[in-house]
């Protein structure tokens, strides 16, 4: 079982639409998270980190479950720039490591 | 405030020959990471370091791979005798502090080897 799992997908949803994706770790001892954005060929950026008690940035919410080990981004309003591939990321901690465990990636692709 | 920088953006190399990846962190931040991103997989962490020590090389292949982050320069990623399976985009990431549970990284552009 990965460490990090995400639902590949694609996702294909119309302008507008709002879509959530989620994300599930196995590591309890996990600190810190992130959603970064990847386009095609391009690098990861950050889009937000995740708190437990959840946070939101404009049409972008994302939520920590730190009990049954995941995390959620929600996208409301959907446009076309948003298409993309949207990567989950988890700092395992411990030690003096700080290294980031990341998910596969879901594609989300947001139709005119 | 320049972003994380990588150089260069694209490397062809032979089977055999040596390939050396170049990255500089953001002003301020003295904490480097590499990844790897093989075709249609995900990121995977490869090595983080400080100036002048490695921290953690648990996803450092044993052998022909090794990192360095110098006094001074940027952090070099080489890879000796290059084979096509080492063909990926290789992503370096800057932190500012070692504060773990805030810490946040910050991608560069990649650097993409091509091994023929």
């Known amino acids: 079982r990965k460490e990090v799992e995400q639902d590949p997908g694609p996702f294909n949803v119309p302008e507008g639409a709002t879509v959530a994706f989620n994300c599930t770790y196995s590591n309890s001892a996990s600190q810190s998270f992130f959603w970064y954005r990847q386009d095609c060929r391009k690098e990861p950026k950050l889009l937000m980190s995740?708190?437990?008690s959840g946070n939101e940035d404009g049409r972008f919410t994302a939520q920590l479950n730190r009990a049954s080990q995941y995390i959620s981004l929600l996208i409301r309003d959907s446009k076309l720039s948003d298409s993309a591939t949207y990567l989950c990321?988890?700092?395992?901690?411990?030690?003096?490591?700080?290294?980031?465990?990341f998910g596969t990636g879901t594609l989300l692709a947001v139709q005119p | 405030n320049a972003g994380v920088m990588q150089n260069p953006r694209h490397l062809v190399r032979r089977r055999g020959q040596e390939a050396r990846l170049r990255c500089s962190p953001m002003?301020?931040?003295?904490?480097v990471y590499w990844y790897r991103q093989l075709p249609e997989e995900g990121l995977k962490f490869m090595v983080y370091?400080?100036?002048?020590?490695?921290?953690?090389e648990s996803g450092m292949p044993k052998e022909r791979f090794s990192a360095e982050f110098p006094k001074e320069g940027p952090s070099i990623l080489r890879i000796q005798q290059v084979v096509r399976g080492d063909s990926a985009a290789y992503f370096c990431a800057s932190s500012p502090v070692a504060v773990i549970s805030t810490d946040t990284q910050y991608f560069g552009p990649g650097t993409r080897l091509t091994v023929l």
């Open positions: 990321a988890v700092n395992r901690g411990g030690g003096a490591t700080n290294k980031l465990i």
């Open positions: 370091l400080q100036k002048e020590n490695i921290i953690d």
């Open positions: 995740v708190y437990s």
């Open positions: 002003k301020g931040h003295s904490h």
